[in-house]
């Protein structure tokens, strides 16, 4: 009775496990983003140029990535990855960005809009913009930036036109005039246009996309630029990934025909190992690299040894007589503070390499980490539970190579 | 097997290859890649026909920058100088592609010298501080001697890696690193495997003396050493023949690194313990 039970238990945890496999390897692989030494695209480190009486802070950099991501999304680039590193930096990774150098042009420029009188003083800011359109142009200028104050920017500018009838103000960006012109008239109507001689209309809609997204707190240095072509990894990940599933397999194959019955539960393990390690990389918001797919190898190697230190002591304890479930029960017993051990001892150098590591470092250290505890979580509880169960099936200790 | 007896044997081999490594690391240093350089590196792909010295020519004579090399494999030309910008890099490929017709600019990488060595000092303060806390741990779980033995063999295969990139002048970059970090991670993992059944051999009443002892905890887990190596090395052959070509020496790395690491273990690891076990 005991047999039949565990039989469809077995069957059971099976059909789960490949419904599982089936189901979810679409979604985790689509939604586990390839990293730029993979796909290709730019990279950027921003450097914040701390001037006299500033103080760059954590705040000041999240506030800066909000804008940076405002920008970016806005040159619809899908998923571009932003982080903070070190305490003043800001490192920008776009996959697949058609123009570069454009990417470049909207990251840099801190956007620091000013509307200023004849003597230099600042009348309105771009913090109070409302909105920033790109347009042709009114009455044949060429193309232009329309401006929208919100209610307070509105009465600043009415006010500043007032003031200023017959007079010039200039527009500055960064520091730099981009347009002066005559007032005519007060503008109570908070609508402004920024047209130039050089706007083109590309230029225009940059310029709309900078003012829209606003100014960032504190101007930022390009420290590091890099563009790495798409081709780069194109044509070797696939091979790469069809020769990395090759591998995958021909462990399942020598698990089986080496360590027969234990082998099979291996390999269920082993699937349920992938399917934990990737999905909970996707849950994390992981990007996977060179150095993580490394990490990926090296914990897969821990946990197909996690299994072989198992049945390797299963068949000892099956060599001194021991019947078949005490022979698993010692020999978990004994195996898990050899797991334990070793596993814990590589995951306190991968939890430091988290914490001190930067980019591909940390990147190999979280995907060790995840695998580690993944592999020790499956191993000592899921493999040991489907080897009970197996026990009850069949009692052959020739199917368990002894 | 008398591994203990033999010990001199493995030391002999390892020597082998730790001197010749530590001798070129002083002699001739590593070939650091632009991760660690700072600099900018172009590449191309052109007619086979072409010669690297020519194309080294033609970019010296723009006289941009002060540093050039140029590396040819296949049609794939890699030019490495100093820190290029935007307008000289597009300088340098307008010039080729009047000299030699039709090339394409494939990728153009630059970073800043100072991410290197800040990458190298986070790296191996993380090391350091990772080595102590698998010490302190090792020590807590088993005893000092056990740490010591296993810390040292980890230093073993780190040398002996680093040591074969600098006899062969393999580009060390961001790949090597995590290469590196793969071997300390499996090496200590297989280390400890083996240390684990010479600390339950000790616990046994009836004690052989020590040599005998640590002969029979490595050949009672021989099995497993050579089954894990070889699984973990499956993935790493498949990738190694059929996996694309930007990753071959990074795998090749892996492997050297876990043939080492497995090595390391069984004839490096349990070797010392028995020497400072024989001293204190």
């Given at each position: 009775m005991r047999k039949n039970t565990s039989m469809a238990i077995v069957a059971t945890i099976v059909v789960i496990i490949i419904g599982l496999a089936y189901f979810t390897n679409k979604p985790i692989l689509n939604r586990l983003p390839l990293g730029l030494d993979l796909k290709g695209g730019l990279h950027v480190v921003l450097q914040a140029d701390e001037k006299a009486g500033e103080t760059v802070t954590a705040d000041t950099i999240s506030k800066s990535i909000a804008v940076l991501r405002n920008r970016i999304d806005s040159l619809g680039v899908k998923e571009p990855i932003i982080y903070p590193q070190g305490n003043d930096r800001i490192v920008i990774e776009i996959a697949g960005v058609d123009d570069p150098e454009q990417a470049v042009n909207i990251i840099k420029n801190t956007a620091q809009l000013e509307f200023r009188d004849q003597t230099g003083?600042?009348?309105?800011?771009?913090?109070?913009?409302?909105d920033a359109q790109a347009s042709?142009?009114?009455?044949?200028?060429?193309p232009a930036v329309s401006l929208e104050f919100n209610a307070a920017g509105a009465k600043l500018f009415g006010d500043a036109t007032a003031a200023n009838i017959g007079k010039d103000i200039s527009i500055y960006l960064d520091n730099e005039v981009i347009e002066t012109a005559t007032v005519k008239t007060a503008i109570p109507d908070g609508k402004a246009e920024i047209s130039g001689g050089s706007m083109t209309a590309q230029t225009a809609q940059d310029l709309a996309v900078l003012l829209r997204s606003g100014a960032l707190p504190v101007s930022f240095s390009i420290m590091e630029k890099r563009t790495v072509g798409p081709t780069l990894g194109a044509d070797s990940l696939n091979m790469s990934v069809k020769a990395g599933i090759a591998g995958l397999i021909a462990i399942l194959i020598f698990m089986m025909g080496y360590y027969l019955l234990p082998g099979v539960v291996a390999s269920i393990s082993m699937v349920l190992y992938s399917i934990l390690v990737l999905g909970t990389m996707v849950v994390l918001g992981s990007v996977l690299t060179l150095p993580g797919i490394a990490g990926f190898v090296l914990s897969i190697g821990m946990a197909v040894d996690a299994n072989i230190i198992i049945y390797e002591h299963i068949k000892e304890e099956l060599r001194f007589g021991k019947t078949l479930k005490a022979a698993i029960e010692a020999g978990f017993s004994r195996a898990f503070w050899t797991i334990f051990d070793s596993n814990l001892t590589t995951l306190i150098a991968a939890v430091v390499l988290i914490w001190f590591g930067t980019g591909p470092i940390k990147g190999f250290a979280v995907t060790l980490s995840i695998g580690i505890i993944a592999s020790m979580v499956v191993a000592l509880t899921f493999t040991r539970y489907l080897l009970v169960l197996f026990a009850d099936i069949t009692k052959n200790n020739k199917l368990y190579g002894v | 097997m008398q591994f203990i007896e033999r010990r001199k044997w493995f030391y002999i081999f390892s020597l082998l290859f730790l001197i010749p490594g530590i001798i070129s690391m002083f002699v001739q240093g590593f070939n650091l890649g632009i991760d660690f350089q700072g600099g900018s590196v172009l590449r191309y792909k052109m007619?086979?026909?072409?010669e690297a010295p020519a194309v080294m020519k033609t970019v010296q004579d723009?006289?941009?920058?002060?540093e050039v090399s140029v590396q040819k494999s296949a049609d794939e030309f890699y030019i490495r100088t100093t820190e290029l910008t935007q307008e000289q890099t597009q300088q340098i490929t307008d010039t080729l592609k009047a000299q030699y017709g039709n090339i394409i600019l494939q990728s153009a990488d630059s970073v800043g010298a100072t991410i290197g060595s800040e990458l190298i000092r986070n790296a191996f303060l993380a090391v350091l501080v990772a080595l102590v806390l698998m010490l302190i741990y090792i020590t807590f779980r088993f005893e000092w001697t056990f740490g010591l033995a296993a810390i040292l063999a980890l230093f073993h295969d780190v040398l002996i890696v680093c040591g074969l990139f600098s006899l062969f002048q393999w580009e060390v970059n961001s790949a090597f690193i995590a290469a590196i970090l793969t071997i300390i991670g499996y090496s200590i993992n297989d280390t400890i495997v083996i240390f684990d059944r010479v600390r339950e051999n000790l616990r046994m009443k009836k004690k052989d003396p020590l040599p005998t002892l640590l002969d029979r905890s490595i050949m009672q887990t021989l099995n497993r050493s050579v089954n894990t190596v070889l699984t973990v090395l499956m993935p790493l052959i498949t990738l190694l023949i059929f996996?694309?070509?930007?990753?071959k020496i990074f795998v090749m790395t892996l492997l050297i690194g876990f043939l080492f690491g497995m090595y390391s273990s069984i004839c490096v690891a349990s070797p010392i313990y028995y020497e400072i076990k024989q001293r204190g």
């Open positions: 003083k600042i009348l309105v800011t771009g913090k109070d913009l409302k042709p142009g009114a009455n044949g200028s060429g | 007619d086979t026909a072409i723009l006289q941009l920058v002060s996996g694309g070509a930007t990753l």
